[in-house]
């Protein structure tokens, strides 16, 4: 049997019979065999220390450590920057975005991928986007609606925290508060883009009204690598040579479960 390699909107997949569809191909002899792993192509655009703009894709791993990094931001997503609001997708490394905690910060890496609608092999909410309507948590937060991609973190601070955690805020999966009124899946009719901003520190971004947290790995075992896919992963960063280069994190981070249980405090 002859298997045929094919890429839909950036996800390289085998292509043939149900069995493949099941993720089993068969072998010659009708044994099943596992397919490979799912795999995505990821692009950076990034600022050498010339100040050059640099740019480079591969394919790697469909896996949360890799897509955390490049499905944060939906198209439309606005940033203030030293020139005004401006979108997502027409930032470039090099711009100066203003920042929560910092002010204006050089913008070091921009992350993107395809977000694929209802592909069976990915996780399910990789074919989803998160919308957020206007005033959801506040007057002006956000401003207008906002899409998000599936990995976007939230600064979220509450009297719970300091109650439950000793802590006056954490970075949360924006998904955590999905309630199918204010906020809502979105299922893209085609393929889109989403985004990631990366800085030389971690910062808390004010996105359309929003708290939004700038990339960062999270703590080493967090991710999960083995040494050979660590340096696939730190091969998209090339502004950095170890995991630990991105710094500190702002903010700890709460699972979705966490949160729901701050919440209920």
């Given at each position: 049997m002859t298997m045929t390699p094919s890429s839909t909107g950036g996800l390289a997949v085998e292509k043939n019979s149900a069995l493949a569809r099941m993720g089993r191909i068969a072998q010659q002899d009708r044994r099943p065999q596992r397919l490979r792993p799912l795999m995505r192509r990821y692009a950076v655009a990034y600022l050498t220390p010339s100040q050059e703009i640099k740019e480079l894709a591969r394919p790697a791993p469909a896996i949360s450590a890799f897509e955390d990094a490049f499905a944060a931001f939906g198209r439309g997503t606005i940033f203030e920057t030293e020139f005004g609001p401006t979108a997502v997708e027409d930032l470039l490394p090099g711009d100066k975005v203003m920042t929560q905690d910092a002010g204006l910060q050089v913008l070091k890496w921009v992350g993107r991928m395809t977000l694929i609608p209802d592909f069976t092999r990915q996780s399910p909410e990789m074919g989803k986007l998160t919308r957020v309507t206007a005033?959801?948590?506040?007057?002006?937060?956000?401003?207008?609606?906002?899409?998000?991609?599936?990995?976007?973190?939230?600064?979220?601070?509450?009297?719970?925290?300091?109650?439950?955690?000793?802590?006056?805020?954490?970075?949360?999966?924006?998904?955590?508060?999905?309630?199918?009124?204010?906020?809502?899946?979105?299922?893209?009719?085609?393929?889109?883009?989403?985004?990631?901003?990366?800085?030389?520190?971690?910062?808390?971004?004010?996105?359309n009204g929003i708290l939004l947290e700038s990339f960062h790995p999270g703590r080493t075992s967090d991710l999960a690598l083995s040494i050979e896919m660590q340096q696939l992963y730190l091969s998209l960063f090339p502004q950095i040579k170890r995991v630990e280069d991105f710094g500190p994190m702002k903010y700890p981070r709460l699972s979705a479960e966490e949160l729901d249980s701050v919440r209920a405090a």
């Open positions: 005033d959801r948590f506040g007057l002006g937060k956000p401003m207008h609606d906002l899409v998000l991609g599936p990995r976007a973190r939230m600064l979220y601070k509450s009297p719970s925290c300091q109650v439950r955690l000793g802590i006056d805020g954490a970075s949360v999966p924006l998904r955590g508060f999905i309630d199918g009124v204010t906020i809502f899946e979105v299922t893209p009719v085609t393929p889109v883009k989403t985004f990631h901003l990366c800085f030389d520190k971690h910062h808390t971004l004010v996105a």
